[in-house]
């Protein structure tokens, strides 16, 4: 068949369609309708042939067509100025496939990746060229700039280490009320917990900081060291300031917290889902492509961890395979604490894993298809670039 008809499809989905290549394909020659606002000068529905002079050199990639296709049906076609075009002119970066060509587009090729239906395309096909699109939009909103109050003169000198996640909430939360950590002789508190969420919550920050492996790899890699990762390594973390003589307190029971800090209340902290993280990390991965490296970090932890959308798919868990590790590893820390004789607001016993949970990706059904439901849904509603998401208070 002529490739009159890919080009045909490309118009349809540049005009906000969303029919699938094969149903494209084989409608024979009955026209399509576009909808369009309804005004005097141009009716309400256009007819329009399903075939199409060509109005590039070459076809987009079977990857690009088939995502902006999905993006119009989450969008119902209003997509914003330009987006289509960012689409199909998308680059897929990352380990994948090159662009592929559209199935019944035309004659075979005599060598490399052969045609296909886009519809089969696995959905981390689709997410490569997703991400190069969500890491353009997160360039050009740029680092916010942040407005820090004066600092009050009367408040709890403290510094916040352990978990990674709940200590950067904690200090931005108690930074805007103007008790910033620092000053003379301050507590420092230990954030622990059990030792499943301080991985899973010391990966997910990672994803929004500077990037990382996958969460399998990135466990594997400290398995196979036998060690924790610095900042969840929590006597390693409390060591220098103990030898400062600061006060250490390690804090298991996050209610314990707000007195420590001086205040009446704190953000509850959440792990982020398994999607949101994954889809943060692969963006991360292209920003690395595209900006210095520090201000990939803020631009991760600043502008896009704020404003990506949550979702209902659980965290990361850890997996079976890693459990006794871990849980001898979390047996070593209490052992070494207990001896160093650190205060502790909580107990100590918490920070064993908790009981075993089925994997993100079984809960979620299928991890890449949850992430890239994700970025489906932030190319379609682009109102995440203005929506910071609230903390929710612990009263």
């Known amino acids: 068949m002529s490739d009159s008809r890919a080009w045909g499809w490309v118009a349809h989905l540049r005009d906000g369609g969303s029919t699938p290549w094969a149903e494209w394909l084989t409608a024979g020659d009955r026209p399509w309708s576009v909808e369009r606002p309804r005004s005097v000068e141009r009716p309400r529905s256009v007819e329009r042939s399903r075939d199409h002079e060509p109005t590039a050199r070459v076809l987009p990639g079977a990857q690009q067509l088939e995502l902006l296709r999905r993006v119009n049906a989450g969008s119902r076609g209003r997509l914003a100025d330009g987006l289509a075009d960012r689409i199909l002119s998308a680059a897929a970066p990352g380990r994948g496939k090159p662009d592929l060509a559209l199935a019944g587009a035309g004659p075979e090729p005599a060598w490399g990746p052969r045609p296909v239906d886009p519809a089969e395309l696995p959905a981390h096909e689709l997410t490569r060229v997703a991400t190069s ?51 003379r002789r301050p507590t420092v508190l230990v954030l622990a917990g059990p030792y499943d969420r301080l991985l899973a919550d010391t990966w997910s920050r990672r994803c929004f900081e500077r990037s990382s492996t996958g969460w399998p790899e990135w466990l594997r890699f400290w398995r196979e060291r036998d060690a924790l990762p610095t900042r969840v390594d929590l006597v390693r973390a409390a060591q220098p300031w103990a030898a400062r003589h600061a006060e250490v307190c390690v804090v298991t029971d996050p209610a314990r917290l707000p007195r420590l800090l001086g205040v009446r209340s704190l953000p509850q902290v959440d792990t982020p889902g398994a999607d949101v993280a994954e889809l943060g990390r692969r963006i991360a991965t292209v920003l690395g492509l595209l900006v210095p490296k520090e201000d990939r970090a803020a631009l991760m932890s600043q502008t896009l961890w704020p404003r990506i959308p949550r979702t209902t798919t659980p965290p990361v868990v850890v997996p079976p395979e890693h459990r006794d590790w871990l849980a001898a590893q979390a047996e070593r820390q209490v052992r070494l604490l207990r001896r160093a004789g650190y205060a502790v607001a909580g107990d100590l016993s918490d920070l064993a894993p908790g009981p075993a949970q089925r994997e993100a990706g079984e809960a979620a059904g299928d991890l890449d298809a949850a992430v890239l439901e994700l970025a489906v849904r932030m190319l379609a509603d682009p109102s995440w670039k203005h929506t910071v998401w609230m903390r929710k208070e612990e009263r």
């Open 133 to 183: 699109v969500l890491a353009d939009d997160v360039v050009g909103l740029g680092v916010p700039e942040v407005t820090s109050p004066r600092a009050r003169l009367w408040r709890r000198r403290y510094r916040l280490l352990g978990d990674p996640l709940v200590a950067a909430e904690l200090r931005a939360d108690l930074i805007a009320r103007g008790r910033p950590p620092g000053g």
